[in-house]
């Protein structure tokens, strides 16, 4: 932490500015001379690289080849999946993983290649290794997808842990997308890029590196495949990325270029080989299917910061009941518990919470709670008096336990990369759900000091269980938030086994989809912000996080009308779909704009309402296929190199094309359409795809397309399920997948599929099932019959 830190920590935290800022400093403090006391410093080095091979060892599904200085584990999983590591480095331990590694896919071996070297030859894949120890990934039919050069350790003399660098060449035409929520997506461009996740504080914009969910995934999409590579290792580090060109250099391509610098931690790697639904199906078989949200929690919330009372509850639900405005979750920061006991909500502001919790329930609005991993280190508190005698908090190198700065004081951290601790604060969740929430959202889960900022709360040398297996902070710092994640869903499933948890987390890792979903945390509220928004939510799909969403309204300076709607449009085509205001923020509600901007606002959310069957559908696909529900265009033509580059618009599933406006003072705005017929859903004029259309865009609404032929269920105007259905092209037939699932519980609804098609002047909509063709299950209103087809 430095001066400016300190400033803005103070500016926080108003006239308690001063004596919160020398907290942290205090903190910051103590955690820099830990450091100093229980780290080595890095001195000399050894570097050191493979060398070459020496000996072939074949095993299941590939084989172990020994060089001079190291050794490669090869194995082709039974999903298709493909391992490497370095230095004896297997699959497992993993907070990626779902469970145990998958099996070895009998077939493949380690059989010899050219020039002296090794491949392991799969269904999907060819995985070749040099003399000296570079790593190829082919397609089948010998076209190189990534080439990984021979890895470079740097060894201390004196021991610890080695930092590494692995330099890798990707197609000249390849683009980079994911490394978690990064705001300068979804393509990623030349640039440097941490894995460390940030703190509150550090607001994200375009041009930001800051980011509270990190993660070492990249997926790359070229005309020869596309790829999603996996480095697993939980360490700092970072990724230098450069795309290639194409005829640079006398005719010759110029590759695009990966070097990732790690810290320290295992040098291991998965790969995954296909479309990119092929290839999110793969990585969720191995870091597990994405966690079904509740019904609800795909509807409309609002989230209250600061502190609040029930009278400021009641008032925001009335005002979107009175104007009319859908709502069906309110979100309560952390200013809504005691401060000093980290669960129990404060009873004095409000008294009557679980009563007004059922009131609302009834209405079909339910409550959600913020938490954050910190309890008040103050004797006579409960949960930290039973953490202290259960041993859970983190300690330092030296054995005592890391205090950091809360809104209350000083705090401490449960370590909950331990299985044992995990249960314990899993189990605390028990005292909310008794005060009527039914969801909880995740705050300062980094973890961060209440005002540091950015500045990691436990010092790198604190201790961690790491599942048993022991290690410090550096190791453990980018988990922390996933770990908590878990030990909040976990819980849940325990206390409450009959519904499907809902939680919301600030920061995580790779397998965060299989406890919850994530929030952006603190934007930038202007249009850099906004841009940054649809960034990072499509960033994170593509490293198989489908649920997430930014905050409608920001957390900084109050929005323009302008921006506010145009935030809202966005967000309402977006998985979590979350306005936020402070206490008594009206300027921040959908009223505090003026009646031009209610009544726009209104319309929006109305919309959303209405498309939430087909939310609940997205849902259910994504955790049984691991496909987001914000796609980029490029999701079914990845070779298509203008939708490569296209990052202002978004594929809804597979039926629905969103074009946001995202610069101010815009009416009219260029749509780039994939191949097909698309339909403007408000005018329901035709256009033919590829191409590039020039629509209005006026200020209450943004261009939504839907694709001909497309089937999808919305809820009707009686409030009851019905099918829209948007006319195929003459001669061609169209369909969709309809999942029905109004509950919260676990039963598993039924996909119905359904196909469209001209017959005479009508178009006929069949549900296709195992025993045939039959009627479908709800009314069809069929659109885009008049068939007017726009000049081109």
Known sequence: MDGRDLVRSMKAVGSAGVAQGLRTVRAAWRSRRADAAALPRRGAERARVPGAMREVVPGPGGGVVRFERSELRVLVAVNGAVFWGWDGAGPEPSHALAGRCPEPDPRAVLEPDKDGGRRVVAERVTVAVSRHGAVEVRTPGGVVLRREVPPRWWEPVDGGPARW??????AADARFFGLGGRSVGPRLRDGTYRLWNSGPGLRSAAGADAASVTMPVQMVVADAGTHLVFHDTTWDGTVVLREGEEGAGSGHDRPGRSV??????PLRCWVTVGTPARVLLT????????????????????????SGDEQELRRIVAGHQERGLPLEAVHLGLGHADAQR???????????LPVL???????????????EPAVVAVP???VYDEGARGDVFVRDAAGAVVRGVGRAGE?????????RVRAWWGGLYGERLGQGFAGFWHDLDAPTSFAAFGEPTLPRSARHGLEGRGGDHREAHNVYGLCVARAGYEGLRELSPEERPFVLARSGWAGLQRYGGTWSGDAVTDWAGLRASLARVMGLGLCGVPYSGPDVGGSGRAPSPELYLRGLQLAAYLPLFRTHAGPGAASREPWGFGDAVLGHARAVLVER????PYFVTLAHLARRTGAPYVRPLWWQAPEDRTLRDCEDAFLLGDCLLVAPVLRPGADRRAVRLPRGRWYDVRTERAYEGPAQVLVDAPVERIPVFARAGAVLAVRGEDGAPELEVWAPARGRTGGGLVVSDAGDGWVEPEIERYVSRWEGRRVVVERSGEDGVGAPSCPVRVRGLAERTAQM
Request: proline residues 8%; contains cysteine.
């Open 260 to 265: 990732l610098r790690m810290d320290g931690g």
């Open 609 to 612: 309402r209405r498309l939430l």
């Open 380 to 382: 006579g508190n409960a």
């Open 165 to 170: 660098t692995q330099r890798s060449e990707v």
């Open 357 to 371: 919790a059922e009131e609302l329930r009834r209405e079909g609005v339910r409550l959600v709670s913020a938490v």
């Open 283 to 306: 990585w969720a078989s191995l870091t597990g299917p994405p966690a079904l949200p509740p019904a609800w929690a795909l509807g409309h919330h609002h989230a209250c910061s600061g």
């Open 411 to 419: 705090v401490v951290f449960p370590d909950v990369t331990h299985a």
């Open 342 to 352: 980290v669960f129990t909500v404060d009873e004095d502001r409000f008294p009557k």
